[in-house]
Nanobody, 114 residues
Framework: QVQLVESGGGLVQPGGSLTLSCAASSSIVSANAMGWYRQAPGKQRELVARIRRGGSTNYGDPVKGRFTISRDTAKNTVYLQMNSLKPDDTAVYYC????????WGQGTQVTVSS
C-alpha cells in the first residue's frame, strides 16, 4: 500500500505561479510512472503531466509550455511547477503513482481567480 499526500494548492491570481508537491510513503524510483491529474466540477479527470521511470515526460495540451513535472527520488517527492496560471486551470489536482497497482492521493484544490 502506497500513500500519496499532495500539498501546495491554494488561491492564485491569473498569470501567477504555484508549486504542488506529492510526498510518497515508499520509493518512487521503482514506479513505472508518476503523474499529476486534475478534475474540475462536472468534468472528467484529465492528464496534466506524467514522468516515467526513465525520466521522459508528457503533458496535457492545455498545460504544455506552462507546467513542469519533476521528481526528487531521494525525498520520494514529485513536484508540479505551474506558471502563467489561467482560470481554466482551476481544479482539484491529484497525484498518481503507477506501480504494480496504481495509487491516488487525496487531491489538493487549485483556484485561479482575481
Amino acid at each position: 500500500q502506497v500513500q500519496l499526500v499532495e500539498s501546495g494548492g491554494g488561491l492564485v491570481q491569473p498569470g501567477g505561479s504555484l508549486t504542488l508537491s506529492c510526498a510518497a510513503s515508499s520509493s518512487i524510483v521503482s514506479a513505472n510512472a508518476m503523474g499529476w491529474y486534475r478534475q474540475a466540477p462536472g468534468k472528467q479527470r484529465e492528464l496534466v503531466a506524467r514522468i516515467r521511470r526513465g525520466g521522459s515526460t508528457n503533458y496535457g495540451d492545455p498545460v504544455k509550455g506552462r507546467f513542469t513535472i519533476s521528481r526528487d527520488t531521494a525525498k520520494n517527492t514529485v513536484y508540479l511547477q505551474m506558471n502563467s496560471l489561467k482560470p481554466d486551470d482551476t481544479a482539484v489536482y491529484y497525484c498518481k503513482a503507477e506501480m504494480l497497482y496504481s495509487y491516488w492521493g487525496q487531491g489538493t484544490q487549485v483556484t485561479v481567480s482575481s
